[in-house]
């Protein structure tokens, strides 16, 4: 399998010769009307000129590699032009939703979704463009469709997160969010910033948009520890990572990371971490599948409160006579 798959495949069946050419041509003029994040082969040697990120964008196909999306449900997040949209359904997804929220009113360089609107008719796509879905707030806005299709009644089954975390105030709420979306066992394709020097579990805050590199839309890196702990405290278990644009000039680099949507647990804290009233982000779906505790349970929160608080602890003092 070829690390970026060919997107042109339905254009190049449904348009031929003359056609083609007089279609090529019209796209070719309009592609180059406008700016691009993403650098999109739309075939005959029609590409999208975007950012030269290739380093960073293979080491996520690195990761990608062992994932299986044929006849997959797709969500990608921040989409922008939609390069991983197309590319999940190059691969052979079945649904792909792409979302996203910024506008030129924000970035003048930035598109919205209209780049990716034009891709879509140039490659006679079905991917499905969510404008203005915050990824902070994608339960509730993404309710509406998933009770809808068969295929996405128990969640995605992949959701791509890709050079986004970073960019978010609450890049955990974000997380319980993308987990609030898949259907258990499915996966995550993460992309993102990391402080690769730091060996404790440490978030470096960007404080005024300076202090870790220059860049006013970066709030935050994890170390790799703390992403790690991040995903597992968001119901995920890591199953492979890879660094990119790891230099000696900065201690933040990339890293790419598959992990996998582990169901709600029986285990004392679960309960807390999921109740949707203490806004943790989880949406209010996940608890409702967790059992009640069982008090006689060794695992049972009086068990737990017991061995917290011990009998010492808690007993009054008989006041002196
Ligand atoms: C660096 S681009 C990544 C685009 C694409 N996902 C990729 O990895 O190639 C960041 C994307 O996140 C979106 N974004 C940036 N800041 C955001 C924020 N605070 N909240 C929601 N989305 C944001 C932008 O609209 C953009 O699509």
Redo the contacts with the bound molecule.
């Keep these: 399998m070829e690390l970026i798959p060919r997107l042109d495949a339905r254009r190049s069946q449904r348009l031929q010769g003359k056609e083609r050419a007089i279609s090529d041509a019209i796209l070719k003029a309009e592609v180059m009307r406008r700016k691009w994040?993403?650098r999109l082969d739309l075939g005959n040697g029609v590409v999208t000129p975007g950012l030269k990120w290739e380093e960073l964008?293979n080491n996520t196909r690195q990761i990608r590699g062992g994932i299986d999306y044929i006849n997959k449900t797709v969500l990608?997040?921040?989409?922008?032009d939609g390069?991983?949209a197309f590319e999940a359904e190059a691969l052979g997804a079945s649904i792909v939703v792409a979302s996203?929220?910024?506008n030129h009113w924000h970035f003048p360089w930035?598109q919205g979704m209209g780049n990716q609107l034009l891709v879509r008719e140039a490659l006679y796509s079905d991917i499905i463009p969510m404008w203005n879905v915050?990824?902070t707030n994608l339960r509730h806005r993404l309710d509406v469709m998933l009770p809808s299709h068969p295929g996405l009644k128990r969640g995605f089954d992949i959701v791509q997160h890709?050079?986004?975390l970073y960019?978010?105030?609450d890049p955990m709420l974000s997380l319980a969010q993308a987990r609030a979306v898949l259907r258990d066992g499915g996966t995550l394709l993460l992309?993102t910033a990391v402080h690769r020097l730091d060996t404790a579990s440490a978030m470096h805050f960007n404080s005024g948009g300076k202090a870790i590199y220059d860049d006013f839309?970066t709030w935050w890196a994890p170390s790799l520890p703390c992403l790690r702990e991040m995903l597992g405290a968001s119901l995920f278990t890591v199953v492979k990572e890879r660094l990119s644009y790891v230099s000696d000039a900065s201690p933040i680099c990339r890293a790419a990371v598959q992990a996998t949507a582990v169901a709600p647990r029986d285990v004392v804290g679960e309960r807390y971490n999921l109740d949707p009233g203490l806004g943790h982000g989880f949406g209010d779906h996940l608890i409702g599948r967790l059992p009640y505790n069982d008090p006689q349970s060794p695992n049972s929160l009086e068990a737990y409160y017991d061995q917290r608080f011990p009998a010492h602890l808690r007993e009054r003092p008989e006041p002196e006579a």
């Design positions: 994040y993403h964008w990608d997040l921040g989409s922008w390069m991983w996203d929220c910024i930035h915050p990824p890709l050079g986004l960019h978010l105030r992309e839309t």
